[in-house]
């Protein structure tokens, strides 16, 4: 039986084309910005009337990629290194029994492009596409609790290693062009500072791995001290 059915207000327009490489939270690559597009009959100004006053908002939306896959009681936390199993209720993972996430993100922008009305986001952790049921506004004086406590994840994940450019990369981040690619290398480097690697990483032996942004190929691999960003590339085009 199910009792609700919600209609999405609007849709994720991002640099995130696959789930690698993505924030494992909002507000930890403050770089990966998002358009969020509202569609019809949503878009109206005067819903927006007084939202701009507001530095960051709520975004509740579906995990699109994770409806086809059933729910399990328990998940494995990348923070645990992926081998301990907590509660899915004691997770943020999208693989719960209605898939529905929240982030809290900063608003840049409220603005109209060839009439589609939009808000320019950054700090985001959603893929492109992802479905937008709801959007509030955050209340600092409600919603930071300065004194919580957060069991197994108590702190934003230390950043691994510093991120190098080889010259190939280096060259692609100079001729990319910046209305389709902002911020491309600020954007890599804050991502990959993360540390993307699935947390069986230590194990498996790999040393280069590729990441997708937009329509991007991304390849880098670890060195003993640096993560290194080989190459950027645009499938079947010479150049960016
Ligand atoms: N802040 C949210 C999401 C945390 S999980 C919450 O706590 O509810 C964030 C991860 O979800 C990202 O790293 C990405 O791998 C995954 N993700 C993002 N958008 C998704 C989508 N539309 N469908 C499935 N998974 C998604």
Redesign the pocket.
Known sequence: MSPFTFQPIGTIRSCFTE?FG?????GLVPEARAFLEIVPPFDKAEAFRGLEAFSHVWLI??????LAHPWKATVRPPRLGGNRRVGVFAS???FRPNAI???AVRLLGIERKKGTLRLDLGGI???D??PVLDLKPYLPYADAIPDATAGYAPEAPANLKPVVFAAPAEQACQSADPEAYPNLKILITGLLAQDPRPAYKDGDGRKSYGMRLWDLNVRFSLGSTHIIVETIERPGRQCL
């Open positions: 789930k993505i924030p494992r939270q909002p939306f579906v995990f699109h990629q994770c943020r993972s999208g996430g929240q982030s952790d959603l893929l596409g992802t």
